[in-house]
Structures are given as C-alpha cells and as structure tokens.
C-alpha cells in the first residue's frame, strides 16, 4: 500500500511564526503537492514539485515556500503564519495509472494560526 | 479556464436510497474525471476514475460514475445508500498527462439517516 505521512494531524501556532509540515512519501514517486481545504471552496493547491528540487505555483502561493530536497520529502513553510493560514493541509503523491495519474493522500494537518 | 462545479454542498438521503451528487466540468479539452471521498479525520480516498476507456466508471463500495460529454457532467451514484457512506465527496478533473495537476470541485457532504 502507498503511504503519504504528514508530521502533524494537528498544530497550534502563533502569528509571525516560521512554519514547517513536513511529506513523506514511501513508493517513489516523482511527483507531490500541497493542498490546502476550506469549507465551500474545496481542495485548492499550493504548490507542486515533479522532481527533486523542482518546484511549481498553484493557484494559492502567495505567504508559502516549499522545499524538496529528497524524492520522498516535500515540505511546506510559511514564513509567517497568519491567521488566514489557520486551515487543513493536505499532501499529495502521484505515479503513472494508465494515461493518467492517480494521487495519494495524506491524512491532513489541521493548522490552527493564533 | 477549466473548472469543476458540484452542484449542492449537503445532500441527505435515507438509508437504502439513491445516492445521486452531481458534478460538472468545464474543458475545451477531453478530461480525465476522479471522484474522491473524506472520511471523517481523513485525507482523500480514490472512489473511481474516467479515463476515455468506457463512460460508465464502476468504482469502489458500490459507487458509479456516467462520463456524459454532451452534458459535461459526470454525476456519482450509488443504488443504495449505507451508514457508512456518510463523508464529504470532491470531483477532480485533470487536463494534464504529466503531472497528474488536479482542479477539485467544492465538495459533497452526504448525510445518510437512518
């Protein structure tokens, strides 16, 4: 079975706080996301990376950065929590099914910004 | 721009009923379509996929997708609703083979009462 685990299932942090939520991945895929999922408007991504240390914007980037320094680990910062941070974290993983992908969630990270 | 609409956040039905939620998409392009569930405290969980090989998509606990593109719907059903199928439900259209980039819907919340 494909795991995706997420460091945290729950976080409370306060404004201006340097935040790290840390991916990982088992089954070698080469491409992981970040989501993050509000009432009403869905799963929205973050960013995504299809390689080691290759990264793209989503549709939400702005106050986040991440990092993917090893095939199995992407980890998203906030430079500076904010309370509009406060919401559910969501990683994804990807491989190959057939003429498309298919993703692999984690369990989520409920982020609390105070 | 390519979008996904699912049309009602809650649905209640009865056990035992039809379970009907709806999704519409918006492409200029042929699209692969995914139904995922949430549980509760959880990530996302694949339900099914269509991926052009037939229109009807038959997917995990009783759950089926029809793939109309004269309508640019891919509704989720299911004869008979069961307790254990309370949970929020996320249409997801992909425009991409190579990376997998998924535009999720709003989300589903089905409520089965007894």
């Known amino acids: 079975d494909v795991k995706v685990t997420q460091s945290s299932r729950y976080l409370v942090k306060r404004t201006g706080e340097k935040v790290f939520l840390e991916c990982v991945q088992d089954m070698d895929h080469e491409n992981m996301f970040w989501y993050r999922q509000d009432p009403g408007l869905g799963l929205r991504l973050i960013y995504f990376s299809y390689d080691v240390k290759m990264k793209e914007k989503g549709d939400i980037p702005e106050g986040y950065s991440v990092s993917r320094e090893k095939k199995e680990r992407f980890s998203l910062i906030l430079e500076s929590a904010s309370t509009n941070q406060t919401s559910m974290y969501l990683c994804a993983s990807s491989f190959p099914s057939g003429t498309t992908y298919e993703q692999y969630f984690g369990p989520g990270t409920r982020l609390t910004v105070t | 721009a390519q979008s996904v609409t699912q049309l009602g956040s809650h649905v209640s039905v009865s056990e035992g009923a039809l379970v009907l939620l709806r999704c519409n998409y918006s492409?200029?392009?042929?699209?692969?379509l995914f139904w995922y569930v949430q549980y509760p405290n959880q990530g996302l969980q694949l339900l099914l996929k269509y991926t052009s090989a037939a229109t009807l998509v038959k997917g995990i606990n009783g759950f089926e997708a029809e793939f109309k593109k004269s309508e640019t719907s891919f509704h989720l059903t299911k004869p008979s609703a069961h307790m254990s199928d309370a949970a929020e439900y996320f249409c997801a259209v992909s425009f991409s083979s190579n990376t997998g980039k998924l535009i999720f819907g709003q989300g589903t919340t089905l409520q089965v009462k007894p």
């Open positions: 492409s200029s392009v042929p699209p692969y």
